[in-house]
């Protein structure tokens, strides 16, 4: 990553000097950079470049940069896009420390050219853009942007910056953010990103006293090591990172490439590696701001969370219940201990497993439940805490004290206040901890416990002779070696022979029967796999086979494969692929036909990944997929080593790896080379 010290001159510029300020148009992009800088108290010297007669008080107007006298810290460019890269290079000339484009008309438009050419002119400057809506530091009054969003009413600075690809997003972002009681302090618009990444933007602003959450807008990943690397120092310096990004769909990506010409990368990579360094990727506005609430109060849930459901309506219980449940965490019954100390409390009137409901007469136990919540916050096996009651009209002082002991709780914990008087949530100011309704809450746990499933990746349509593929009889062995069981298997030429190895194998049946053959790596939308084959039919399934095999497939090494139906209690999909913005990613998801669900749960874990983060996934897959924590963990390590010691494999696939008690054994798998 660049040093990002270099970032200085756009936040802290002691002088700014503005190019392209008319004297006839008021709300040209130049006057109103120098309007706003001179009524937003901005302190520094502000210079003009201006052609004609102009007068502005309180700045000094000159003809041309070269009369500036010296490099100004700032040099602001509110001109043609023709004109940029001639007045870069002055700028680098005199000496200016950094620039600000706001033109168009470069490489989001396909003029790859002239963004080549002022990226040249640029050299070590730092310049931000083109194609931007500019720089907001508010600690020095610095406000070098067109958007009539720094002319509302704001709240005070706060410790948040906000890096964005798309200007009007990025201050979309900071209204919400605002209007959530969160002030921000820093603000910058990248745009085209020809000199300045929004990575090193944003290692800047961690680096900064004053900020503790960064909130990124990303319409493409151009350098994942400079995003991991961000991570990493947000973790380093116990700060956070939320990322907001477009380009899971191909809609959103044809949007993201006409807008900033941004190439939006795999959004499932771009979750696994977010995942990885601890950035928490949203999907939505509304969950960025949730997400930048739960990383002020370093809120987490571990996959599947067990949560509690603490109500005053067995109906609102049932509705938490059933929509927590479907997003993917638990609500199971309480333990006995945890049900006794409720007994001890007293004021559970309805019934005490969970959801908890206490029934209608609020008279009777509201002086009990912040007693009741200390006894859930001391269960060890509850990951989260829901406090539902509704209206507090005449129990405001009450519903104070459960606000205040809901948010000192050690167990992450929300109140929802459902039909609260009007204006007394805003007043409370406890947004972290109170919600006006159940909707609420869920936008907010989904965004920690974030494996929404993005679209599917395109199939690959590349022929066998682009990429050599080893099918199932030749990569089961070098998997096998490698340290991941594959099932019993026998294979031969033609439906006799098969039949007769079968026979010779002793298995009892039934058998799964399939072709084999390089050039037919989909066999089931070939028609080459037939399941449940009892030993009286194998023959006949097996002539079927063959002749459909001798149909599809011109591979001289081309067979047919039988094994036995192998018994089990969960299929998983292990693979692994070799990403050109990622890197090397292995992938870990439900098996079988679930493989090309949509909505099937799968992560990936880009590599190098480090014993820590294996375990994590692995917990994960026992938590979600079923699987066996150790055998899992077992079956990832051998799949990245083999990775490390055959780097022309570009791609593995193990699907299904089915879950044998303790044990997983692949019934299925390719090898794709590069």
């Not at 997400?291 to 005053?312: D, E, F, Q």
């Not at 206490?358 to 009741?372: K, M, Q, T």
């Amino acid at each position: 990553m660049p040093d990002a010290a270099r970032c200085e001159p756009l936040f802290r510029p002691k002088s700014i000097a503005v190019v392209g300020v008319s004297a006839t148009t008021a709300l040209s992009w130049g006057r109103i950079t120098v309007q706003r800088l001179v009524h937003g108290g901005y302190e520094g010297e502000i210079v003009v470049v201006a052609r004609g007669e102009l007068s502005l008080p309180g700045v000094r107007v000159v003809g041309s940069l070269a009369e500036v006298g010296y490099g100004p810290d700032l040099v602001v460019l509110a001109t043609p896009a023709t004109a940029v890269p001639g007045l870069l290079r002055e700028a680098r000339e005199i000496g200016a420390g950094a620039a600000v484009v706001y033109a168009s008309g470069f490489a989001e438009e396909g003029n790859d050219d002239l963004q080549e050419e002022l990226r040249s002119a640029a050299g070590d400057m730092p310049v931000l853009g083109p194609n931007c809506l500019g720089v907001v530091s508010r600690p020095t009054a610095v406000q070098v942007s067109t958007t009539v969003f720094l002319d509302r009413p704001r709240l005070d600075p706060g410790p948040i910056g906000v890096v964005t690809q798309s200007g009007a997003m990025g201050f979309v972002l900071a209204d919400l953010l605002e209007r959530a009681g969160l002030g921000y302090s820093y603000y910058a618009s990248v745009g085209n990103e020809a000199c300045v990444s929004a990575c090193e933007l944003g290692g800047y602003l961690l680096a900064q006293h004053d900020v503790e959450v960064l909130v990124l807008y990303l319409e493409g990943v151009r350098d994942a090591a400079e995003l991991r690397a961000l991570g990493r120092q947000a973790r380093e310096l116990g700060k956070s990172v939320v990322a907001l990004t477009v380009g899971s769909s191909a809609a959103g990506k044809r949007a993201a490439l006409s807008h900033t010409a941004a190439v939006a990368g795999d959004h499932l990579l771009l979750a696994s590696l977010c995942r990885q360094e601890g950035i928490d990727l949203v999907t939505d506005d509304d969950q960025l701001v949730d997400a930048v609430l739960c990383a002020r109060k370093k809120t987490a849930l571990p996959p599947a969370p067990r949560l509690a459901v603490l109500t005053m309506s067995g109906g609102a219980g049932g509705v938490l219940a059933d929509n927590l449940t479907a997003m993917g965490a638990r609500i199971p019954p309480l333990s006995a201990a945890t049900r006794r100390k409720l007994a001890e409390v007293g004021g559970v009137e309805a019934t005490d497993t969970n959801p908890v409901d206490l029934g209608g007469n609020i008279i009777r136990w509201l002086d009990r439940v912040e007693e009741l919540l200390g006894s859930l916050d001391e269960d060890p096996e509850l990951d989260g805490v829901v406090l539902y009651l509704t209206f507090g009209d005449r129990f405001r002082d009450a519903y104070h004290r459960l606000v205040e002991a809901a948010a000192a709780m050690r167990t992450p914990t929300w109140f929802v206040w459902a039909c609260a008087p009007p204006g007394e949530l805003e007043q409370l100011g406890r947004p972290e901890t109170v919600l006006p309704s159940i909707g609420a809450l869920l936008r907010r746990i989904q965004v920690l416990i974030p494996d929404a499933v993005p679209e599917p990746a395109p199939q690959d349509t590349s022929t066998p002779a682009e990429r050599p593929l080893w099918s199932e009889l030749r990569s089961a062995p070098l998997l096998a070696e490698a340290g991941i069981s594959h099932v019993d298997t026998v294979s031969a030429s033609d439906a006799t022979a098969l039949t007769d190895a079968v026979r010779r194998s002793g298995w009892h049946g039934p058998y799964v029967v399939k072709g084999d053959a390089a050039d037919v790596p989909h066999r089931a939308r070939a028609g080459l796999v037939r399941v449940g084959v009892t030993p009286a039919e194998l023959p006949a399934v097996a002539a079927v086979i063959a002749d459909r095999l001798a149909e599809v497939s011109t591979d001289p090494d081309r067979a047919l494969v039988a094994q036995p139906m192998l018994a089990h209690t969960a299929e998983l999909a292990l693979g692994a692929t070799r990403d050109p913005v990622y890197g090397t990613a292995v992938l870990l998801g439900a098996g079988g036909d679930r493989a090309e669900d949509a909505t099937a749960p799968r992560r990936a874990l880009l590599l190098p990944a480090t014993d820590e983060q294996v375990q994590e996934l692995a917990g994960w897959a026992g938590a979600v997929l079923g699987a066996p924590v150790p055998a899992t963990a077992r079956a990832i390590e051998a799949l990245t080593g083999l990775l490390t010691e055959h780097p022309e494999f570009a791609e593995i696939d193990i699907n299904p790896l089915c879950v044998t008690g303790d044990e997983l054994v692949a019934v299925d798998a390719l090898i794709t080379h590069s």
